[in-house]
T-cell receptor, first 113, second 113 residues
Framework: DAGITQSPRHKVTETGTPVTLRCHQTENHRYMYWYRQDPGHGLRLIHY???????DKGEVSDGYSVSRSKTEDFLLTLESATSSQTSVYFC????????????FGPGTRLTVL | GENVEQHPSTLSVQEGDSAVIKCTYS??????FPWYKQELGKGPQLIIDIRSNVGEKKDQRIAVTLNKTAKHFSLHITETQPEDSAVYFCAAKLGAGSYQLTFGKGTKLSVIP
């Protein structure tokens, strides 16, 4: 497996509370991505980063923010969690110019009650 | 943007038989097509990929074919084994300047011993 870890791996929270998910990589890849996976929808891109402090929105970015202060860390924040954000969240990394392949982390299962 | 359709959504085969999963994409500028396997509770793992300048690629029991004219690509698994049971995702990447993948909704493959 590519050197990607996600924390926490499981989280249960209540509606309206802030939540931050962390993705950490040891591969020194420039690009990092956050996806959510829901039954019937496959994998949908939330936000991505193409360098430290460089981020952009994906297909389903509403209600989410991201930050990247170091190459190895990419944080996903739900400012005020809603039940519709109950999902499995995956981080991925890639290094364009060397390969187009994206490598995925193990995922975080988030439940918003 | 790109749109990827994947069929079938579920597939059951007898051990030893072949399995075929098909995907179509909408944007003729797409130039990279990976396939991922996802086992229960894990992140997607790349199993094979193909670029738009190649028509077919094989890796042991797995092969991918690409028809650029028809804008579809397929995953072929021969001599299926119970450990091939998983969810498979296809994806497509737009051409130069884009590093985002658009995923199909997945195919749940069950290999019956």
């Amino acid at each position: 497996d590519a050197g990607i870890t996600q924390s926490p791996r499981h989280k249960v929270t209540e509606t309206g509370t802030p939540v931050t998910l962390r993705c950490h990589q040891t591969e020194n890849h420039r690009y990092m991505y956050w996806y959510r996976q829901d039954p019937g929808h496959g994998l949908r891109l939330i936000h991505y980063s193409y360098g430290v402090k460089d981020t952009d929105k994906g297909e389903v970015s509403d209600g989410y923010s991201v930050s990247r202060s170091k190459t190895e860390d990419f944080l996903l924040t739900l400012e005020s969690a809603t039940s519709s954000q109950t999902s499995v969240y995956f981080c991925a990394i890639s290094e364009p110019g060397i390969t187009d392949t994206q490598y995925f982390g193990p995922g975080t299962r988030l439940t918003v009650l | 943007g790109e749109n990827v359709e994947q069929h079938p959504s579920t597939l059951s085969v007898q051990e030893g038989d072949s399995a075929v999963i098909k995907c179509t994409y909408s944007d003729s500028a797409s130039n990279y097509f990976p396939w991922y396997k996802q086992e229960l509770g894990k992140g997607p793992q790349l199993i094979i990929d193909i670029r738009s300048n190649v028509g077919e690629k094989k890796d042991q029991r797995i092969a991918v074919t690409l028809n650029k004219t028809a804008k579809h690509f397929s995953l072929h698994i021969t001599e299926t084994q119970p450990e091939d049971s998983a969810v498979y995702f296809c994806a497509a990447k737009l051409g130069a300047g884009s590093y985002q993948l658009t995923f199909g909704k997945g195919t749940k493959l069950s290999v019956i011993p």
